[in-house]
């Protein structure tokens, strides 16, 4: 599934192509939105919120869509083959006199008031992608998991919003951390949490995730040499591999 710098990078692209231009069509391709009709309106602007993507309109309307495993947003020039969007797997299209935005594979769309927004994201934690995190609320949050696994944790949405498996994993072997530590037995998780922050903001500006342990399978580690290995976080059907390097990141001792 797609993380969070992957949807702010998604959230800029369709910001540069869209933002103060009037829409000239719109189709939602969704069975609760068929009807609605957003031509004529201007864009604001689109901004991500942990693995969301809000696209805001000068009506009061947000746009509201979630790639879930297999989705993106791709941007063409309005009147080429790829903007009429004819594929069965599109699910939206926006298009402006210049530019046409399509969303393939969306696995959530929907559209809502622009000031009801938190009824889509109001139940996520901060995001750790935002211009500022509520760092107390992330941490007050975080106790409220108590013993559940750390790795667990970092996945959950309603912790802190846009780390996935790849961030998980990478945060947690840049901390030396057993993924499968008792959450309140982490020492510090705001210093976690800020690993992962900046791992995130890294990967925004440079397009690559820092690629040393996750999906890294049988492969050296980069520190120790020992052959990275996988586990599973959470139980079927909602289970993630999760990369590790079982020398750098053992068990704490009983």
């Not at 604001?44 to 993106?72: A, E, N, P, Q, V």
């Not at 622009?114 to 992608?129: A, C, F, Q, S, W």
């Amino acid at each position: 599934m797609p993380e969070g710098d992957v949807l702010r990078r998604t959230a800029d692209r369709l910001d540069l192509a869209l933002t103060g231009q009037v829409v000239v069509r719109c189709d939602l391709r969704w069975p609760t939105a068929a009807t609605v009709d957003l031509v004529g309106t201007s864009v604001l602007g689109t901004r991500s919120y942990g693995k969301h993507l809000l696209t805001r309109f000068d009506d009061g309307r947000t746009l509201h869509t979630h790639l879930r495993m297999d989705g993106y947003w791709r941007v063409h020039p309005t009147g080429s083959p790829q903007a009429a969007a004819r594929s069965p797997q599109v699910r939206a299209v926006l298009a402006t006199e210049r530019w046409t935005a399509v969303g393939h594979h969306l696995g959530m769309l929907d559209v809502v008031r622009t000031r009801d927004e938190h009824t889509v994201i109001g139940h996520l934690g901060p995001d750790l992608l935002g211009e500022t995190v509520d760092a107390d609320e992330a941490l007050r949050r975080w106790a409220a998991r108590g013993s559940t696994p750390v790795a667990e944790v970092l996945l959950d949405q309603q912790v802190v919003a846009g780390i996935g498996t790849i961030f998980a994993a990478e945060s947690l072997f840049a901390e030396r951390i057993w993924p499968w530590a008792a959450a309140d037995s982490v020492p510090d998780p705001s210093r976690l949490l800020a690993v992962a922050r900046r791992q995130l903001q890294q990967s925004v500006t440079s397009g690559r995730p820092p690629g040393r342990v996750h999906g890294r399978l049988r492969q050296p580690c980069v520190r120790c040499g020992t052959p990275i290995a996988v586990g599973q976080a959470r139980t079927p059907p909602m289970e993630r591999p999760i990369f590790f390097c079982p020398h750098c990141q053992q068990p704490a001792a009983a």
